[in-house]
């Protein structure tokens, strides 16, 4: 970046991710010196930039900042797009907080816990697989993604997804892609029907999988999740799962591969694992910003954010806040990093799958040590290139061998 981004009156945004290093000294700049900027989006509608961890922390936390992008005065997200596409129900304060309620009763962290041998066997047969195959391998195509969809068929007792049909919907539905709307459609068409063929089928021939809880809970007097509602959590589910988890594993390995000593230290001694994906949810970026709409006039720190404004919450940017952590650009498995790191977000959208995106990093990472001693990287990792996109960004393939 030539010209120091705070001197522009309006940087755009997303920045240019070709050189990561920049890319941070950029945000450490914004930081400093002005960590709230107002960024031109690709669509040419501004937004408020949120950098620092305190004020990333406090706009998740605050109900004046509302998850509802799709009202019409938000800034569009999605470059030659009309507006933003939110899920209705959401959307609704009051129905967020009910749906939310009778979901992590039917998803509790001791139920995801007992999963713990499937999904490792899951992760060992994935990984079997992965050995097969011609040298050198993408590690994102041929083991990160698919983790997530066998472990997600796993959860809700479905057939195993075919993972390139899940990826297409996921990508028309929730990544800034220039998808056209009649795409999007499509897919939110072809979801729909398809999670109501399986809710048809739980019904038909019950089990003990988390679609059955939903449907139990549904029938609960304490609340109802009617046939729509129902399928639109299966649908956020699937979409909140797919792509998150498998970046978080494939982009996290890459990190170990890249730090050969701590990779070596937790091959001797893996009670080191909970804390190395701690540090790994920290320290990689898996989405560029949380979108949130003030319903209010905020203040924020010495700047408003006006009533209606859009504002981006930075999560990559407040996890490398040095007011928040020390050294934040060292990788350090043996850091204690605070599980209050933001990659599952704060407040009242809290991800729903924390617990089992944990999980499923644990039994991917497990079943990468066990089965190869001597993974690497199939390039030097400058090789290694990254997409920086409004709401999805990752490095586009991660080449190994052994
Ligand atoms: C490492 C993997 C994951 C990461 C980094 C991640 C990240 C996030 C983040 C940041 C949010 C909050 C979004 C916001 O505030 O606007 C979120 C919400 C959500 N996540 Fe995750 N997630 C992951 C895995 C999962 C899994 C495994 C599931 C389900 C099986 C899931 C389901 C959801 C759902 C349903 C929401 C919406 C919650 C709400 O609106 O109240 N996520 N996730």
């Known amino acids: 970046m030539d010209e120091p981004v705070t001197t522009k009156k309006k940087c755009p945004f997303p920045f240019d991710a070709d050189d990561l290093g920049a890319l941070a000294r950029t945000y450490g700049e914004l930081r400093e010196h002005d ?3 107002e960024v031109t ?14 004020d990333a922390q406090a706009v998740l936390g605050d109900r004046r900042f509302s998850s ?5 005065e938000a800034a569009r997200l999605r470059e030659g797009s009309d507006g933003n596409f939110t899920n ?15 979901l992590t009763r039917a998803f509790t962290p001791q139920q995801v816990e007992t999963m713990r041998e499937s999904v490792q066997a899951i992760a060992h047969e994935l990984a079997e697989e992965l050995a097969g195959r011609e040298r050198p391998v993408d590690l994102l195509q041929a083991f990160a993604f698919q983790l997530p969809a066998r472990g997600i ?10 993972q390139r049909q899940v990826r297409g919907w996921v990508d028309a539905l929730a990544t800034s892609r220039e998808a056209d709307l009649a795409e999007r459609a499509e897919a939110g068409m072809a979801m729909w029907q398809y999670s109501l063929g399986l809710i048809a089928d739980k019904r038909a021939h019950p089990g003990e999988h988390l679609i059955d809880r939903l449907i139990a809970v549904h029938d609960d007097e304490d609340g109802k999740l009617s046939e729509d509602e129902l399928v639109m959590t299966i649908i956020a589910l699937i979409v909140g799962n797919n792509e998150n988890t498998a970046r978080q594993l494939g982009q996290g390995m890459f990190l170990l591969l890249n730090h ?44 408003v954010i006006p009533c209606n404004a859009t504002v981006l919450v930075a999560r990559d940017s407040a996890q490398h806040d040095e007011r928040w952590i020390d050294e934040p650009h060292t990788f350090d498995i043996r850091r204690k990093t605070p599980t209050r790191h933001l990659a599952f977000g704060h407040g ?20 990468l040590l066990d089965r190869f001693p001597d993974l690497a990287l199939a390039v030097a990792s400058e090789e290694v290139s990254w997409t920086y996109r409004l709401l999805g960004s990752g490095a586009k393939t991660i080449p190994v061998t052994w």
């Open 260 to 303: 050969p000593d701590q990779l070596a230290e937790l091959r001797a001694d893996r009670s080191l694992l909970p804390g190395a994906i701690e540090e790994i949810l920290r320290s990689t970026p898996v989405y560029t910003a949380l979108p949130r709409f003030a319903t209010e006039e905020v203040q924020l720190g010495e700047k």
């Open 348 to 367: 009242p959208s809290f991800c729903i799958g924390a617990s089992f995106a944990r999980l499923q990093m644990s039994c991917g990472f497990t079943a």
């Open 68 to 72: 509802d992008i799709g009202r019409p």
């Open 41 to 54: 989006l690709p669509s040419g509608d501004t937004a408020y930039l949120i950098t620092r961890y305190a």
């Open 35 to 37: 960590p709230v900027p």
């Open 153 to 162: 068929s796993e959860l809700l007792g479905i057939p195993v997804l075919e």
């Open 88 to 102: 209705p129900y959401i959307a609704d304060r009051a129905w967020h907080l009910r749906w939310r309620k009778l």
